[in-house]
């Protein structure tokens, strides 16, 4: 697991932490934080800096840290740019998976214990449920997950041409 990257994303990229912690990956994002805090906080944690901020990316690479800037617009360009780039899987695995809200890994819990947390009509179809011991906050394979898998077979597509085009 240290040889898992880890990330910290730059204030304008929220929705880019969010994914990086569904995919596993410990992923620091506070929007208050200064471009000196970000810097110093990857360079103690070793952590690659993901930004959109030209000055930012240059501050880091001139302190000799990783950092990626994505001008990509889209997720699954975006995705495929930083697993181009550090290696990253791009499918879930839960036993990885992390609270988008807070970075703290999901814990798989019974079923009976989430009955008063989730709705009736998601508790009677659903078996399988994982909560965040930091937010309290219940996660299950909802119907949102269509959309997630379908954002990250785009993002493999992409990757591979992206890793074809890197080739020649
Ligand atoms: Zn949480």
């Known amino acids: 697991m240290d ?3 880890r990330f910290i994303v730059d204030t304008m990229l929220g929705t ?3 994914w990086l912690r569904i995919l596993g990956y410990d992923t620091v994002y506070d929007r208050n934080y200064e471009d000196w805090q970000i810097i110093r906080r990857a360079e103690l944690e070793k952590r690659i800096i993901v930004t959109r901020d030209r ?8 302190h000799g840290l990783k950092s990626i800037i994505l001008w990509e617009d ?19 695995d839960f036993n990885k ?3 988008p809200e807070d970075n703290a890994l999901l814990v798989k819990t019974d079923k009976e214990k989430v009955k008063d947390k989730v709705p009736a009509g998601v508790y009677r179809v659903h078996n ?3 909560e965040c011991p930091r937010c309290g906050k219940v996660y299950w ?9 379908k954002i990250l077979m785009e993002a ?13």
């Open 55 to 62: 000055g930012l990316h240059n501050k880091a690479i001139k």
């Open 97 to 99: 998976t992390r609270c």
């Open 156 to 168: 493999r597509d992409r990757l591979e041409v992206l890793k074809s085009k890197t080739n020649i």
């Open 74 to 92: 889209s997720m699954p360009d975006r995705l495929a740019h930083i697993a181009l780039v550090t290696g990253i899987k791009l499918s879930i």
């Open 141 to 149: 394979i909802g119907s949102h997950w269509k959309l997630i898998e």
């Open 128 to 130: 399988d449920f994982w």
């Open 16 to 18: 880019v932490a969010r």
């Open 3 to 5: 040889n898992e990257p």
